[in-house]
């Protein structure tokens, strides 16, 4: 976390904005920049910074979405997004993202992020998930195997606005349920509660210490969740879920996707157009990306990665945004036949929202795949211990563990007390995450209480009005399909 640059007086309130500005923190330091000798404002001073930015953008305005005369056709954007990915793959994603509205704002991350890029700016900014919808939220195994709930997708981390993620969230939310046959009062329940969960989360850490931040997790085998008790309807959901996690594992992964061959040898099995072969050339590529990746992971990682060898690699497609880039599943054995590991390596790309704002500082703006990687560990609380990055014919990857104790939750077809309590527990997870790199005080300064400032209000309105856009957005892609001027093909997985 960034030292202030300011002096420590307080703010003229003859220049509300600009002194509030700068009693915020700095969501990351230009590495290794480190100042232990430097204080900080207290966090009371920082919350009052905070709540004084509200004079500059009132909670009203993040309620508005513009409709501005020159804004790009969303299937221009889209099209734009496409460069640089395999072409045979893109009808794939075209048929992927044309399946429901909800599908095609997963895919359409540059299309929101020109949205939401004409839009205010609290002037906090925060290391963002960039892309922090409800199916980027789910279950994963801890290196000491418990299961937790957090952010698990990190392809679009950069440093923004905080209140960009809480609008993608919100969005992603209203669209999702409302795919699965939610009522509009429902919906905007819902998103209030998103919204209740973050403000909530970030008055609660906003006093707490640095460090106590960095250790909080979220077990999800455990009567709370975020804070809240869980009634026995969603204890069940988790439950479920957590099994099903449990069960995945590389054990169970190799008896799906990989065959022994007579001679004893393993390979992964053909599925197309999901897993496909690769030829010697790119087989060998891989392999050498995965020994130079290794030099990413701390030294004594290293150590356990060398017990293992490669013995197959296929490239495997991937999510609906991610389609069309090179992702590539490797197959890894140890000591034996039951000691499998998969290992996931995915071309990085530019995130959809790098046009519109400075990014990530040097080094990490170098390498694609370093800045996914350096961004996964800045805010997931517990991380794979096998996250790294490299290159390959001269495309940023990241690498990470394939499908190791994961899982999810099914929150869009949720109704009731499950739909609001998980709700509210995604808007809490994605609080603690920004609340890791950013300025909690401030943010919850900005944010309030809830109880004489309506900003649950104002996100619920600009999600209900961007659902109403993206599901324009969405019949002009699949008109866009209907006319000929993008193709997509069959799909085995809708």
């Known amino acids: 976390m960034d030292r202030l640059e300011s002096d420590k007086t307080a703010p003229d309130d003859g220049d509300a904005h600009a002194s509030a500005a700068a009693s915020v923190l700095a969501p990351i330091a230009d590495f290794p920049r480190i100042d232990l000798r430097a204080g900080v404002e207290s966090w009371d001073k ?4 905070g709540k004084r930015l509200r004079a500059e953008v009132p909670h009203a305005a993040q309620a508005v979405l513009k409709a501005d005369s020159d804004r790009p056709d969303p299937v221009d954007l ?4 496409h460069e640089g990915r395999q072409p045979h793959l893109l009808p794939l994603r075209v048929a992927r993202m044309a399946s429901s509205p909800f599908a095609f704002l997963r895919g359409a991350a540059p299309v929101m992020a020109w949205d939401l890029s004409r839009g205010p700016r609290s002037g906090i900014d925060v290391v963002m998930n960039g892309d922090a919808h409800i199916d980027n939220f789910g279950l994963f195994g801890t290196p000491q ?4 709930l957090d952010l698990n997708d990190f392809d679009e981390v950069t440093i923004g606005p905080w209140e960009w993620d809480l609008k993608r969230l919100a969005a992603g939310l209203a669209v999702a349920t409302a795919d699965a046959g939610a009522t509009a009062g429902e919906r905007r329940n819902a998103v209030m509660e998103v919204v209740a969960g973050y403000q909530q989360t970030m008055r609660r850490l906003a006093p707490q210490g640095s460090l106590d931040v960095w250790y909080q997790t979220t077990r999800a085998d455990t009567p709370h969740i975020a804070g809240l008790r869980m009634d026995m309807e969603a204890r069940a959901v988790v439950r479920h879920a957590v099994d099903k996690a449990r069960r995945r ?11 022994r061959r007579t001679d004893g040898s393993w390979r992964l099995q053909a599925d197309p157009p999901i897993l496909t072969p690769v030829d010697e050339a790119t087989r060998e590529g891989v392999v ?14 290293r150590f356990m990665l060398d017990r293992y060898h490669v013995v197959d690699v296929a490239h495997r497609v991937v999510g609906i945004g991610s389609v069309g880039t090179r992702a590539y599943l490797a197959l890894l ?12 390596v995915k071309e990085a790309v ?13 080094p990490y703006a170098g390498h694609e795949g370093e800045r996914v990687i350096y961004g996964q560990r800045l805010l997931q609380a517990v991380g794979d211990p096998l996250l790294g990055w490299t290159s390959i014919a001269g495309r940023p990857f990241y690498v990470r563990q394939m499908k190791n104790l994961k899982g999810a939750l099914p929150l869009a077809r949720m109704s009731g007390a499950p739909l609001l309590t998980f709700s509210y527990a995604y808007g809490a997870l994605l609080a603690r995450a920004h609340a890791r790199t950013g300025d909690a005080a401030a943010i ?4 309030g209480s809830g109880k004489h400032h309506d900003l649950g209000g104002a996100i619920a309105d600009w999600a209900a009005a961007y659902a109403e856009r993206n599901a324009a957005d969405h019949a002009l892609f699949r008109k866009a399909i209907d006319h000929g001027r993008l193709a997509a093909a069959d799909d085995p997985c809708l």
């Open 46 to 49: 920082r919350r009052h910074a």
């Open 288 to 301: 050498t990306g995965l020994e130079r990746y290794a030099e990413t992971l701390p030294r004594e990682r």
């Open 444 to 447: 919850a300064g900005y944010c």
């Open 145 to 148: 195997r418990d299961i937790v």
């Open 333 to 344: 054995f140890g000591n034996s036949d039951a000691d499998a590991l998969f290992l996931q």
């Open 350 to 362: 530019r995130p959809a929202h790098a046009p519109y704002l400075p990014g990530m500082p040097a």
């Open 78 to 81: 889209i099209e734009a997004a």
């Open 249 to 259: 594992n590389n054990r169970s992964l190799l008896g799906q996707v990989a065959e």
